[in-house]
């Protein structure tokens, strides 16, 4: 759990974590150069043992990377198959303990479990969940790695400074034969503070680290189109963020950065699981009678979502009002549940979802 000068809202995790079932696990805190420095109780209310390990420079999400280190050197610089590192936020915790149990059953090619990340609710009292992810790529806030896959991959790119870089490291899991898998039994609250967060240099570091990621790992014929379609996409998101200044300042240092990306393009199967295609393909493949469909609520990803409904037959119409059946359009996993939540309050039509997550029932109704 990296931080960084946050000592209010690391208490309050802390707190949190403290209120979860006993278990033999502990916590490592990781002080990204935090002024002041970090304090915690050395023991929380379930007997967790909580540490520090102190940074002398903020290094953003690589701050992780110490962390599992230290979590490795406690358990002799190696881990089993059965050694998992829950990375969470200083604002994010677990509701609850039952996650062990599925990290316990999960099978052994998933290096990866990312959790069900909600958000606090509306001011109508609705739920709402983070944004981000897809199918096969988790979000930093709520995920559990295996420490073994995490240490043999390198962890994450300190490249990256932050956003994006579970990207990268989700492309290197898939490209080690492993899968990244979602579970709703594993369910995280992120408080999500605003406190510390810059839109400009967000805004920086999404431009230039989604390009980056396409530019490492996408087949040589999607390379450039998915480089611009990421330019196209921040520039929206910097329009609205109001973050021009810092849209143009990524955009100026993915330039200069761009030819020297490690290239390790994907095959043609493997992308497809990494931006989602495989996953919707096998979902929407498997439902029936499903008339006229409609793509709406679009979001992450939804031009590979209408390739799938494509291929896998489905009639699509332009026209969600006289479609039988509607479409959630994105295949980023918040967005898709907070989407289908919605559509099912208005009893227009049949609401699907693109693709089925593990440990709970979302594909349609």
């Not at 999400?61 to 990375?87: F, K, P, T, Y």
């Not at 918040?334 to 593990?358: E, N």
Request: aromatic fraction near 6%; proline fraction near 5%.
């Amino acid at each position: 759990m990296p931080t960084h000068s946050r000592p209010q809202v690391l208490a309050e995790t802390l707190e949190q974590l403290g209120r979860l079932d006993p278990h033999d696990a502990h916590v490592v805190v990781v002080d990204n150069a935090s002024t002041p420095t970090v304090s915690v109780p050395r023991v929380l209310n379930n007997s967790l043992r909580v540490e520090v390990v102190r940074l002398e420079t903020n290094i953003s999400a690589a701050a992780r990377n110490a962390g599992v280190q230290r979590c490795l050197d406690v358990r002799g610089g190696s881990a089993s198959e059965s050694h998992w590192i829950v990375m969470l936020d200083d604002d994010s915790a677990p509701l609850s303990s039952q996650f062990l149990n599925v990290l316990r059953l999960t099978e052994a090619d998933v290096a990866v479990v990312a959790a069900e990340v909600l958000l606090p609710p509306s001011a109508d009292g609705e739920t709402r969940h983070e944004a981000g992810g897809l199918p096969e790529v988790f979000i930093g806030c709520g995920a559990a790695i295996r420490a073994g896959v995490f240490q043999s991959l390198g962890g994450f790119d300190p490249s990256f400074d932050y956003y994006a870089e579970e990207y990268d490291l989700s492309a290197r899991v898939l490209l080690s034969g492993c899968r990244v898998q979602f579970d709703r039994r594993f369910v995280v609250q992120h408080r999500k503070v605003e406190q510390g967060r810059d839109f400009d240099r967000i805004v920086a570091n999404l431009v230039r680290n989604n390009a980056w990621v396409m530019a490492r790992y996408a087949p040589d014929g999607e390379r450039d189109p998915q480089i611009r379609q990421q330019i196209s996409r921040y520039a929206q998101v910097a329009e609205r963020e109001q973050a021009n200044a810092g849209y143009q300042r990524g955009l100026a240092e993915l330039k200069a950065t761009l030819p020297g990306q490690p290239r390790r393009p994907m095959s043609e199967d493997l992308w497809h699981r990494f931006i989602g295609y495989d996953a919707a393909c096998r979902h929407l493949s498997t439902l029936t009678q499903l008339g006229t469909t409609s793509i709406v609520e679009r979001g992450k990803n939804d031009d590979v979502i209408e390739k799938a409904a494509r291929d896998c037959g489905l009639r699509l119409t332009a026209d969600p009002v006289t479609a039988d059946t509607r479409l959630v359009g994105t295949l980023s996993p918040g967005p898709m549940l907070d989407g289908a939540t919605r559509l099912r309050k208005t009893a227009l039509s049949r609401v699907i979802t693109p693709w089925q997550l593990a440990g709970g029932s979302v594909g349609c109704s």
